[in-house]
């Protein structure tokens, strides 16, 4: 092949290498992209160290193998401590070259593609044209920064699309039962569907070229034989893997959740949509392929072939595609469709190929070539082209997030602290290592624990699974942790989460012992760091919280009592009836609930009495109530009582903790449950007993 020719078709794999750095020159995973990226870490890690997987969903075997290898070749000349301490302490570095040597497969692979094609047809022209593959959907270039398997299928779907192509212009195709390409489409299938398990519709692509009902039986094992291979990891765990597919079958939901109903009709049909008006040109092309089956056969179309092996191809594309649609519109992600996206090259080049018959005269170059220009400077301006509108988007977004990321290494590295992060990441890569250790296996947890412990010492996450600050082999409440450190910095990323927290950080208890102050606050990210300090001799000197209901505080929405402590409920304030100067709680239908507050992470064996006055109206459906966060979890309603002052009756409620409250949070509060009398509860008292 002529220099000059080499040199066209290494173009577009410098382009993708050109984006992919490009791309890669801004991304700080441990930031904005945990998932999936520190999942395959952690058991690319796992089978660096000859063990398996844990994480077996997509299964994903292939990318945690690649993970695997690439972290031992980088360490071996990074070597910043033992293996673990160096993946452990540069994170970033190692996803960052796992990501590398992905799109390093992609650009060689499409350099190979282009030049055996361009040496089969003798076309350099097409040759090019099949390397525009992972260039015409911005969908697929936007996975070049990710580490996910989705980005892994652009350099297997190639291999199968120069396989497809080899396989239809062959002119001497053995009659063999078991060949060359049979082995080779087993293979490149097993491994696609070893990769992600929605790559199986792909399998019809090869399934339709070969001949025979033989062939298509031998070729169906040893798919399964290859994916058997390549995915072995998954056997160790084939009981969940089962599991989590029948799952994703039956639930309607994202990952298996949702109700057991298959489909939900509304969302298919608004996903459907949604796949039909996100890109380009996948619609046009869909279309195109689906009518270019049904009219095939049409006499006066002259394209008919006996054995067309075009034509076979073009049908499974297009019924791969079909598959996929179905597949990817019931549990909805766009990239999810990456498979068929990277098929539409291949789908245009066969209806090209087979509706140019009647035409000779347009398969010479001088009519490919404008049609290939036009079709690059579309592909470059509706496509191409968004990664740097879109990236400047995004490196926009991320700055804010650099601003708190600086602020934490200036401020507040190797301080204890509390994280509250958001899903995707923190400031801190310690959240981002916890979250893939947890993707690790109990065992090798384990086992990673020992040295993040003598890495990371004073970090910890909190984590809605059990309600508690988790450490990288134990876990702790928030008091446990105030009485170990005294002072603490608590960095919340997330708002939503945060405000969940309120009785856990905020309880009555925690009123009086404990002191927040805020030190930053991102606008945009909404960020929040914390400097909370914790007064032990407040803690043992507090026994006693009481709300005589006379003051709201400056929201008019609490209690507050002369110690600056808030009880929710405010709005319940009235002056008609008082036990004690000249306001109470009224409650009513519309308003049932009143002088509310919680105690905080209660231990079990702690003896509380809780007490409170009610104004004698007759009114015996009202009381007191003491209920954990999960009212299934605990609730004592007290409504007797036998002390009587005046037009005044004293509910007393004594508690000793279960072992099932034992770190919850308890609330504690005035109810009245009746719809046609009023009810005034006032001085609500919370008693520590010894």
């Keep these: 092949m002529k220099k000059i020719n080499l040199l066209i078709l290494a173009i577009l794999p410098l382009c993708l290498l050109y984006i992919g750095f490009f791309f890669k020159r801004d991304v700080a995973y441990s930031l904005t992209s945990v998932d999936p990226e520190f999942c395959y870490l952690f058991n690319g890690l796992n089978i660096a160290h000859l063990q398996f997987p844990w994480h077996i969903d997509h299964p994903g075997s292939p990318l945690q193998l690649l993970s695997g290898i690439v972290i031992r070749i980088v360490h071996l000349f990074h070597n910043q401590g033992t293996l673990d301490e160096d993946v452990f302490r540069n994170p970033d570095l190692f996803l960052s070259w796992i990501n ?44 070049l920064s990710r580490v996910m398997v989705e980005q892994l299928f652009i350099t297997i779907i190639l291999c199968l699309i120069l396989f497809t192509f080899i396989y239809i212009n062959n002119l001497n195709i053995q009659k063999r039962i078991i060949d060359k390409y049979l082995i080779l489409f087993a293979l490149i299938i097993g491994l696609g569907i070893a990769t992600k398990i929605t790559f199986a519709p792909l399998a019809v692509i090869p399934f339709m070229l070969l001949p025979g009902f033989k062939k298509k039986v031998v070729f169906s094992f040893l798919t399964l034989f290859s994916f058997a ?20 079958f039956n639930h309607s939901g994202q990952y298996g959740s949702g109700p057991s109903n298959i489909v939900d009709t509304n969302s298919f049909i608004l996903n459907i949509k949604t796949i039909f008006t996100t890109d380009v040109f996948f619609p046009i092309i869909f279309f195109v392929l689906i009518i270019a089956c049904l009219i095939y056969p049409l006499p006066f179309l002259k394209t008919k072939r006996k054995n067309d092996l ?25 990239f ?37 220009i036009i079709f690059i400077f579309c592909g470059y301006y509706f496509e191409a082209k968004k990664i740097f509108l879109y990236h400047s988007s995004d490196v926009n977004r991320n700055e804010p997030y650099l601003l708190t990321l600086n602020k934490v290494q200036k401020d507040y590295l190797n301080k204890p602290t509390l994280i509250l992060s958001n899903y995707y990441g923190a400031p801190y890569k310690e959240y981002s290592l916890f979250f893939g250790i947890s993707w690790s296996g109990e065992r090798m947890k384990n086992w990673y624990a020992a040295t993040l412990t003598k890495l990371y010492p004073n970090t910890y996450f909190y984590h809605s699974w059990n309600n508690l600050f988790n450490y990288w082999d134990n876990s702790f409440s928030f008091i446990d942790l105030l009485k170990r450190y005294n002072n603490l910095i608590l960095f919340s990323g997330d708002p939503e989460l945060e405000n969940s927290l309120n009785s856990k950080l905020h309880g009555i208890n925690r009123q009086i012992d404990t002191k927040f102050n805020k030190v930053y606050f991102n606008e945009i990210t909404k960020e929040t760091i914390y400097e909370i300090s914790y007064d032990s001799i407040l803690a043992n000197s507090a026994k006693i919280f009481t709300c005589n209901a006379e003051n709201l505080d400056n929201s008019g929405k609490n209690f507050i009592n002369i110690n600056g402590q808030t009880f929710s409920d405010g709005i ?12 109470s709680s009224k409650l009513t ?27 004698d109206n ?39 903790i279960p072992e099932n409250l034992n770190n919850q949070d308890i609330k504690i509060y005035c109810i009245n ?18």
């Design 572 to 583: 319940t304030q009235s002056n008609e009836k008082a036990k004690s100067g000249v306001n």
């Design 229 to 248: 291979i390549f995915a072995l990891p998954i056997f160790n765990r084939w009981g969940y893997f089962t599991h989590w597919i029948r799952n994703l």
């Design 589 to 615: 239908k519309e308003t049932p609930y009143g002088i509310t507050s919680i105690l905080s992470e209660v231990k079990t064996g702690e003896h509380y009495k809780f007490s409170v006055w009610k104004y």
């Design 310 to 334: 075009h034509f076979k191809g073009l049908l499974g594309v297009a019924i791969a595609t079909i598959f996929m649609i179905l597949i990817v519109s019931k549990q909805f992600k766009y």
């Design 100 to 143: 590398t040597t992905i799109y390093l497969l992609h650009a060689i692979t499409i350099f190979v593609i282009g030049f055996v094609i361009s040496k089969i047809s003798k076309n350099i022209a097409l040759g090019v044209f099949f390397q525009l593959t992972p260039f015409i959907s911005y969908t697929v270039l936007s996975l």
């Design 618 to 656: 007759k009114n015996e459906n009202a009381g007191i109530v003491v209920s954990a966060q999960d009212s299934k979890i605990f609730y004592k309603l007290q409504i007797e009582s036998t002390i009587k002052e005046g037009d005044w009756i004293e509910i007393i409620l004594d508690l000793v």
């Design 336 to 372: 999810y469709l990456t498979p068929a996206l990277l098929l539409m090259i291949l789908g245009i080049y066969l209806v090209f190929t087979i509706y140019s018959r009647p035409f000779p005269f347009l398969k010479k170059k001088i009519i490919i070539i404008p049609a290939f």
């Design 673 to 690: 449950n009746n719809n046609d009398l009023p009810a005034y509860f006032d001085d609500l008292t919370i008693e520590k007993l010894p």
